[in-house]
């Protein structure tokens, strides 16, 4: 198993532009979730998806969007790239919502820088 | 929403040594689950120790334990004989129990002094 794996590593952008974050698991997992963590900070919930074709909004929304059209992919899209969105961007799956499975994977990060 | 607290943003210990982070939260949930999540300068987060809130005993990973106070809303993470490897990022992070969302704190920086 890979895990969870995230596509590109590291990404910079102009102000305006737009990029898609791609995400996948292979562990069949139901849950996905899309977070930024900004420097010297917490992560917070941007988009989350309980299964395919299912996604709703988290903490941080604005200014991205979701899809989740299989169980594997849940790419980030960034629509009009803006400096507030320079962070790095972690995917994460869950195999249920509840129970001794309640961790979460992620995964390695993307770096986003927009200038 | 719920809400965590750490109110660490630094902290340091000697090797060997045994160091306490803090971390507390606000819901007004009976039953949701807790975790300590450790990322190390490579950026990966990683599941350091997780604690059911329905179950009283305070949970252990070898020389990781918490201090689980239910009705004080705390959830503290001692970790003992520290080691150089410990030196890491330490979020704690709050999930409903019939919820979605995962809820982090801050974060509390730690460095292990040889």
């Known amino acids: 198993n890979a895990g969870v794996t995230q596509t590109p590593k590291f990404r910079i952008l102009k102000i305006g532009q737009s990029m898609t974050l791609q995400c996948t698991q292979d562990?069949?997992?139901?849950?996905m979730y899309w977070y930024r963590q900004d420097p010297g900070m917490g992560l917070k919930l941007i988009y989350y998806?309980?299964?395919?074709?299912?996604?709703d909004k988290g903490e941080v929304p604005n200014g991205y969007n979701v899809s989740r059209s299989t169980t594997e992919d849940f790419p980030l899209r960034l629509e009009l790239a803006a400096p507030s969105q320079t962070s790095v961007y972690f995917c994460?799956?869950?195999?249920?919502?509840?129970?001794?499975?309640?961790?979460?994977?992620f995964g390695p990060g993307t770096r986003l820088t927009v200038l | 929403a719920q809400t965590v607290t750490q109110s660490q943003p630094e902290m340091s210990v000697q090797e060997a040594e045994t160091v306490t982070l803090s971390c507390t939260y606000d819901?007004?949930?009976?039953?949701?689950?807790l975790f300590w999540y450790k990322q190390p300068p490579s950026r990966q987060m990683i599941l350091v120790i997780r604690?059911?809130?329905?179950?009283?005993q305070n949970a252990t990973e070898n020389r990781f334990s918490v201090n689980f106070q239910k009705a004080a809303k705390s959830f503290s993470l001692k970790i003992s004989d520290s080691q150089l490897g410990d030196t890491a990022m330490y979020f704690c992070?709050?999930?409903?129990?019939?919820?979605?969302?995962?809820?982090f704190g801050t974060g509390t920086s730690l460095t292990v002094i040889p």
């Open positions: 992070a709050f999930l409903d129990f019939t919820g979605n969302q995962f809820y």
């Open positions: 994460a799956s869950r195999p249920l919502p509840t129970g001794p499975n309640g961790e979460q994977f």
């Open positions: 819901t007004s949930e009976n039953n949701y689950y």
């Open positions: 998806s309980v299964g395919a074709g299912i996604t």
């Open positions: 562990m069949n997992h139901n849950y």
């Open positions: 604690q059911e809130a329905y179950k009283q």
